[in-house]
């Protein structure tokens, strides 16, 4: 017994290590420089052992998108925290996403770019994007009243989405996020 919890332990650390590094190598160098061999190389571990963990790229790209989930659920409940009004925390929360898109990019394009079998709004929904949706829908149910709160929290998503992926892509002009975020808030609070 206590053999096989070690082996556990250490089976969740390799894991746990496989996807740190690439998500270290994919912010430092993007997605297309992740491989297994690479990633073998860096955690020095074999080829096999990874595979012992992950079918490939695409199991580990999720791995990674999920830990993203869990962490944005975090900075929005953060973001949400102590605010004194619905708009506050409709600002906060649209500044603290687009700050988690623009600082960590690759695992965003993990969430949100790559291909992935995670299943949006199903019954097999991983429960931490269920997190992450339900921490933007306790932003967004203050501000409407009789009003379809899982659609409203998509669509205030998928503005975020797009002025983080917009933004990002160089298409938006940088000077221009406050004034931005501040005509959303208003679009969604009036």
């Given at each position: 017994?206590?053999?096989?919890?070690?082996?556990?332990?250490?089976?969740?650390?390799?894991?746990?290590?496989?996807?740190?590094?690439a998500r270290s190598i994919a912010e430092a160098e993007g997605w297309e420089a992740v491989t297994t061999r690479r990633l073998s190389s860096e955690i020095?571990?074999?080829q096999p052992v990874i595979y012992k963990h992950f079918a490939g790229m695409e199991d580990i790209a999720e791995a990674v998108a999920v830990e993203g989930f869990t962490e944005l659920a975090t900075v929005i409940r953060n973001a949400?925290?102590?605010?004194?009004?619905?708009?506050?925390?409709?600002?906060?929360?649209?500044?603290?996403?687009?700050?988690?898109?623009?600082?960590s990019p690759a695992v965003y394009d993990a969430m949100f770019s790559r291909p992935t079998t995670l299943h949006f709004a199903a019954a097999d929904t991983p429960p931490q994007l269920m997190a992450a949706f339900g921490e933007l829908r306790e932003v967004?149910?203050?501000l409407g009243e009789d009003?379809?709160?899982?659609?409203?929290?998509?669509?205030v998503f998928a503005a975020l989405h797009?002025?983080?992926?917009?933004?990002?892509?160089?298409?938006?002009?940088p000077d221009h996020d406050t004034d931005r975020i501040r005509m959303l808030v208003r679009q969604i609070t009036t």
């Amino acid at each position: 017994m206590v053999i096989e919890g070690r082996r556990e332990r250490e089976r969740s650390a390799r894991r746990e290590l496989i996807i740190t590094t690439a998500r270290s190598i994919a912010e430092a160098e993007g997605w297309e420089a992740v491989t297994t061999r690479r990633l073998s190389s860096e955690i020095e571990y074999s080829q096999p052992v990874i595979y012992k963990h992950f079918a490939g790229m695409e199991d580990i790209a999720e791995a990674v998108a999920v830990e993203g989930f869990t962490e944005l659920a975090t900075v929005i409940r953060n973001a949400r925290a102590g605010t004194e009004t619905a708009e506050q925390a409709l600002t906060r929360t649209a500044e603290a996403y687009l700050d988690f898109a623009r600082t960590s990019p690759a695992v965003y394009d993990a969430m949100f770019s790559r291909p992935t079998t995670l299943h949006f709004a199903a019954a097999d929904t991983p429960p931490q994007l269920m997190a992450a949706f339900g921490e933007l829908r306790e932003v967004v149910e203050p501000l409407g009243e009789d009003e379809d709160f899982d659609t409203l929290t998509e669509v205030v998503f998928a503005a975020l989405h797009g002025l983080a992926t917009l933004r990002r892509g160089g298409r938006l002009r940088p000077d221009h996020d406050t004034d931005r975020i501040r005509m959303l808030v208003r679009q969604i609070t009036t």
